[in-house]
């Protein structure tokens, strides 16, 4: 039995408290003592990553505590707890079933006679079974052409996360012949969105999802009339051309508005649900049932990881543990994503809605605020690009901000040219590996305008190349140590209640029903 | 005569502190204060922008004191310094001469004998006068095409402006038949970045502009050699496919390898250069001349009013002022930049490079430390998008984030469609609306779960449409406020040493001079 405690009541925390800057990163990275730390601070992940966490400002003695931590909020109980089936998302009243989308994690959880691991299966399939069709030329257009393209209309946890992926794995798809189709997303309200992506594509060849749960979600729907406004204008059958992505009870389930409807359910919040139809449907479709299998293979993989109870093997729990630390004892309010990849261009906007999303709370699970900062802000940028922007204030700026770099040995296209000496794929490689010692260890200078103080603590994820699986471990690695991190802050980490208001006053402005300030700057904006 | 104080040095300062906390932006917004606030608190901008700022902390008082304070710390003489050419990059020795690229500010600057105005219009004519050859079919490919597709090669301020200006204006110029070329990018060391567009475009049919004003930048040399192996591949001459923008100085300055070399000089830092060469050929060849020079215009007539004495007249300095008292004197770590505009999608990103490149700094322009907080963490994407994201946190998160709207009332493309009464660009504007009050006001409710705080200020620059020459003023005005607040924070501007540590000790990893963490990071990422 799990029982669910505030961070500050536990005598780990005020342990953990106690060890305030104990560990300086100049120094421990510094000599011998680095080499050692980055052979020592290491832990496998699946699919050939590794998560190296030499330069984070812990020590042996930090660690332990973080352990006793894991063990005292019982952060191994509640995951199984959580995979098993528990009402994990209590505003809602809710389970929490992502990881069984991903299909091997725990016990069959049963709700209303339903094997939910079944269901998420077979939605698999039929997502599988239609791709298949697809890309054998068995549904075709009306004059009995493929299709070629897909787009997706989605918003949030509908858009960020399975473009995120899309565009991570584009061009490993073309080296390997596994780009079926092109995708193509539309997700903001904004007209200008829709329609310059409706401008890019041949409509006639193009496959529409619409993503929504609820079958509600106002920028879809109206998003989705626009795109059939284009399609009738085309002369074309908008039910021969759309797909939807919703749940069982939806407006969308049943109507014949849809060449097929894939399913999802309250049990896999927006922002987790790449690993459910909402990523299947259009990854399945773009580079076939396979690779989104792999995807999927990746994910598990981690998972299985992130059950282990010693923090040393669990990749996921222990970066949770750390960035813990970093917030609540070393006070540092945001983290930067920066994978040095270009195809992961994406990813970071993902981690910023999943992390953010999840985590931006102040409230506990119960519904008491709490004495005690929660999620941190998240951003970033690929490197090398970002060395050229930003990472300024990173390196000498008057807050330190931790960092998440991401680096893989080998491209995904294979091209390269030797320039100095050494190819680009070096050349990135060895930046990333140079900024993890500069932001560490710092450097001094007579000028103090060129000295830089160093102590700037970093992880990095390491990794062969970003393939299905690799980057399906990613995914479920960040998507873990929020999980994690929302136990330790005892928050509910699968609602959001902080979107609701401005839906609410958004629908008055547009009934004319406001008046005051509200009034004021919707008449400033000619609504 | 200006001179250079520390912020913490001024008694207008010290009045400021003094009055933390006494705003509280969801009393002030409600009722009829609140409504006369949206329109008092408002301030002309440029191309008919303006910047309200009614939902900030700020009330008559702190405008009075922020007024002591602008005129403490010198701020209109020291912009009026600035751009008559005083060496204001004090660590480089170098003057700051972007707004004189957009050619009507102050008197004339002669360094060396060169007439600087007339330098920058210079390159300007020949950019333009290049583009047009280009469009006219006067210069052409080797089998006598003309040339469909400019691929820009650079990285940090050669990339991101130029880039988010691109995408800014992309779909209005496919409706207001100026997209005379479409336009890529290649920046980052990844060789996926450079494979991934070689392989998007006809290189037969492709114009490559190599930028980097010293024409050393390693990325971009890198980059450049890489474009080349794939022009020869395709049995074309690179020399009659590329050209140069770089300093006059530079290797690439005289080269044959260039059909054309367009010059910047170390005057205009790369994250000020849109306005030069470094914006200007890539632009002039995708959009026309005329679009750039309707940039250039928009972004003059916002430096003129950045150049007004009083605050109330002058939206960039009191942005930078209200910045200043959110993050000294409020402590807020963070800004988010929130477009209401799909085009703006990267405008967020340059602007990050912009803000935390130049103001990241813990030293003041003598080189001594300062003791405050500088430059904030700047991060953000577009609206609706992110209210379906990352807005969670800056609802109900434990820290409080200032943010920075920008909307337009009409959209760049026109197609539209009515869903429940309203169109696609009422419901983005009705957005940004509720959102502005929801952050302010807050809503209180029986179940924290649902209470919303409110009390988190934001502002707003609403603009009829994004044009050229809204753009130019809405870049203007950010590197202005940018600037603003380096001389409150007494910090230099202009220079980037924190960037260097990194390329250094890369070099190191590629020439394998290296031992300790260094070494061991080097070997597990096997280079």
């Given at each position: 039995?799990?029982?669910?405690?505030?961070?500050?009541?536990?005598?780990?925390?005020?342990?953990?408290?106690?060890?305030?800057?104990?560990?300086?990163?100049?120094?421990?990275?510094?000599?011998?003592?680095?080499?050692?730390?980055?052979?020592?601070?290491?832990?496998?992940?699946?699919?050939?990553?590794?998560?190296?966490?030499?330069?984070?400002?812990?020590?042996?003695?930090?660690?332990?505590v973080l352990a006793e931590l894991a063990k005292e909020q019982q952060l191994a109980d509640k995951f199984k707890e959580?995979?098993?089936?528990?009402?994990?998302?209590?505003?809602?009243?809710?389970?929490?079933?992502?990881?069984?989308?991903?299909?091997?994690?725990?016990?069959?959880?049963?709700?209303?006679g339903v094997d939910k691991r079944e269901f998420y299966v077979s939605q698999q399939e039929k997502a599988a079974d239609f791709a298949n069709k697809v890309h054998a030329g068995e549904i075709t257009n009306a004059a009995g052409e493929k299709f070629t393209t897909v787009v997706q209309i989605g918003i949030g946890?509908?858009?960020?996360?399975?473009?995120?992926?899309?565009?991570?794995?584009?061009?490993?798809?073309?080296?390997?012949?596994?780009?079926?189709?092109?995708?193509?997303?539309?997700?903001?309200?904004?007209?200008?969105?829709?329609?310059?992506?409706?401008?890019?594509?041949?409509?006639?060849?193009?496959?529409?999802?619409?993503?929504?749960?609820s079958g509600t979600t106002l920028e879809t729907l109206t998003n989705e009339s626009f795109v059939k406004d284009a399609l009738k204008k085309a002369g074309?059958?908008?039910?021969?051309?759309?797909?939807?992505?919703?749940?069982?009870?939806?407006?969308?389930?049943?109507?014949?508005d849809y060449l097929a409807a894939v399913f999802m359910d309250d049990f896999i919040g927006g922002r987790y649900s790449s690993s459910s139809a909402v990523g299947g449907v259009v990854l399945s479709l773009a580079f076939g049932p396979d690779v989104f299998a792999r995807i999927l293979a990746g994910a598990a993989e981690e998972d299985k990881l992130a059950a282990n109870t010693d923090i040393l093997e669990n990749p996921d729990m222990l970066d949770a543990l750390i960035g813990l630390y970093e917030r609540n004892v070393q006070g540092y309010p945001c983290t930067a994503v920066l994978p040095y990849s270009q195809a992961l261009s994406r990813f970071p906007a993902h981690l910023q809605q999943c992390d953010m999303e999840s985590n931006g709370k102040s409230v506990n699970r119960f519904g008491e605020p709490v004495d005690y900062v929660t999620g941190p802000i998240i951003f970033g940028e690929p490197g090398t690009n970002g060395q050229h922007s930003f990472y300024q204030l990173l390196h000498q700026g008057t807050d330190?901000?931790?960092?998440?770099?991401?680096?893989?040995?080998?491209?995904?296209?294979?091209?390269?040219?030797?320039?100095?000496?050494?190819?680009?794929?070096?050349?990135?490689?060895?930046?990333?590996?140079?900024?993890?010692?500069?932001?560490?260890?710092?450097?001094?200078?007579?000028?103090?305008?060129?000295?830089?103080?160093?102590?700037?603590?970093?992880?990095?994820?390491?990794?062969?190349?970003?393939?299905?699986?690799?980057?399906?471990?990613?995914?479920?690695?960040?998507?873990?140590?929020?999980?994690?991190?929302?136990?330790?802050?005892?928050?509910?980490?699968?609602?959001?209640?902080?979107?609701?208001?401005?839906?609410?006053?958004?629908?008055?402005?547009?009934?004319?029903?406001?008046?005051?300030?509200?009034?004021?700057?919707?008449?400033?904006?000619?609504?």
């Open positions: 039995m799990v029982t669910w405690n505030n961070l500050d009541t536990l005598a780990s925390y005020q342990k953990l408290a106690g060890l305030k800057n104990r560990v300086s990163v100049a120094d421990v990275m510094s000599g011998d003592n680095g080499a050692d730390r980055v052979t020592r601070y290491s832990a496998p992940m699946a699919a050939g990553l590794s998560f190296n966490y030499a330069a984070k400002e812990v020590d042996d003695e930090i660690l332990n959580l995979y098993n089936g528990a009402i994990i998302n209590t505003g809602e009243k809710r389970l929490v079933l992502h990881h069984l989308a991903r299909r091997q994690m725990g016990d069959a959880v049963i709700v209303d946890g509908s858009d960020l996360g399975p473009r995120a992926l899309y565009i991570a794995l584009e061009n490993w798809a073309k080296e390997n012949d596994a780009l079926k189709m092109e995708a193509k997303f539309i997700s903001n309200v904004d007209p200008d969105d829709a329609a310059a992506v409706l401008k890019s594509i041949d409509v006639s060849r193009s496959l529409f999802i619409v993503v929504s749960k074309l059958d908008p039910s021969k051309h759309m797909l939807a992505v919703t749940s069982e009870t939806s407006p969308l389930a049943k109507s014949d330190i901000v931790p960092l998440q770099f991401v680096g893989f040995k080998n491209s995904q296209i294979g091209m390269d040219v030797v320039i100095e000496g050494s190819t680009s794929q070096a050349k990135l490689c060895a930046n990333v590996a140079a900024q993890i010692i500069a932001f560490a260890c710092g450097k001094d200078d007579e000028n103090p305008n060129k000295k830089f103080e160093g102590g700037r603590p970093s992880s990095i994820i390491i990794g062969d190349q970003l393939t299905p699986e690799s980057l399906g471990a990613l995914l479920a690695h960040f998507e873990n140590k929020i999980m994690f991190q929302g136990f330790l802050w005892n928050v509910n980490s699968f609602d959001q209640e902080g979107v609701q208001l401005g839906k609410l006053l958004a629908k008055r402005v547009l009934a004319h029903e406001t008046d005051g300030a509200l009034k004021a700057f919707s008449d400033l904006l000619d609504i």
